[in-house]
Nanobody, 119 residues
Framework: QVQLVESGGGLVQAGGSLRLSCAAS????????MGWYHQAPGKQRELVAT???????NYADSAKGRFTISRDNAKNTVYLQLNSLKPEDTAVYYC?????????????WGQGTQVTVSS
């Protein structure tokens, strides 16, 4: 079994920064794309950013210029640097990963980490 564990959320004032981490652990064969999503109260989960194993990135329009996704393949970890945070960024942030077990692909999700931005 492979698990994803997020960390780094918290309470920050508008204009501040946070760095989220998501580490995969367990019987890892190969991790392909990884990504971050967020879900605000009463809203659907939405894409924030994704990154391939080769380092190619994709961002939601709301994240461009403020957030940066990166990964360390040796550590099976993906990061999300959140800068210039706004109150509307308040949400639970989830990471996901496409894990190839050698037989099949598994889409994994972490438990989520709360980010709260005060005005």
């Amino acid at each position: 079994q492979v698990q994803l564990v997020e960390s780094g959320g918290g309470l920050v004032q508008a204009g501040g920064s946070l760095r989220l981490s998501c580490a995969a652990s367990g019987r890892i064969y190969a991790i392909n794309d990884m990504g971050w999503y967020h879900q605000a109260p009463g809203k659907q989960r939405e894409l924030v950013a994704t990154i391939t194993s080769a380092g190619s990135t994709n961002y939601a329009d709301s994240a461009k210029g403020r957030f940066t996704i990166s990964r360390d393949n040796a550590k099976n970890t993906v990061y999300l640097q959140l800068n210039s945070l706004k109150p509307e960024d308040t949400a639970v942030y989830y990471c996901n990963a496409d894990h190839y077990s050698g037989i099949s692909h598994q889409l994994l999700w972490g438990q989520g980490t709360q980010v709260t931005v005060s005005s």
